[in-house]
């Protein structure tokens, strides 16, 4: 088993939490924009795509090319452009998109139809006018 396989069990042992956040590959790109977008907003994250919620390995579909799906979800659906590690992972047999996501350095992040997401636990939710003024503030990030 390699370094990536080891890592990717280690994070669905944990469970979705406010750093990790499991996909199924059907996610459509307004979702996985979604969560791009609000750990971005926050502390950054890993979004797994091929993963259940409770855990179970999926994987991905061989759909051609689908890191470069995820790469064009993240350049034309999140303003302004952020640059998540994106990488095709084998899991058990099955196939994983990882997607780490950084710390966002040109906050506020938006998804496409003007969204402010925020990660909070395990869950998104929209900002609201005083988060989203904190969140250009310094020190806020770090208390979510």
């Known amino acids: 088993m390699d370094d990536y396989s080891n890592r990717i069990e280690n994070l669905i042992a944990q469970g979705e939490n406010r750093g990790i956040e499991f996909k199924t590959a059907d996610v459509r790109p307004e979702g996985l924009a979604r969560e791009i977008t609000a750990f971005s907003n926050t502390n950054g994250g890993t979004v797994l795509v091929g993963i259940d919620d409770d855990g179970s390995i999926i994987g991905v579909s061989s759909r051609d090319?689908?890191?470069?799906?995820?790469?064009?979800?993240?350049?034309?659906?999140?303003?302004?452009?952020?640059?998540?590690?994106?990488?095709?992972?084998?899991?058990?047999g099955k196939q994983v998109l990882w997607i780490e996501v950084p710390r966002g350095v040109n906050k506020s992040y938006q998804t496409i139809d003007g969204k402010y997401w925020i990660r909070v636990g395990s869950t998104n939710r929209m900002a609201t006018k005083e988060e989203l003024s904190r969140l250009l503030s310094a020190g806020w990030i770090s208390a979510f």
């Open 65 to 92: 090319n689908i890191e470069e799906w995820a790469a064009n979800v993240v350049r034309n659906n999140i303003v302004p452009s952020t640059s998540p590690e994106i990488n095709l992972v084998s899991c058990q």
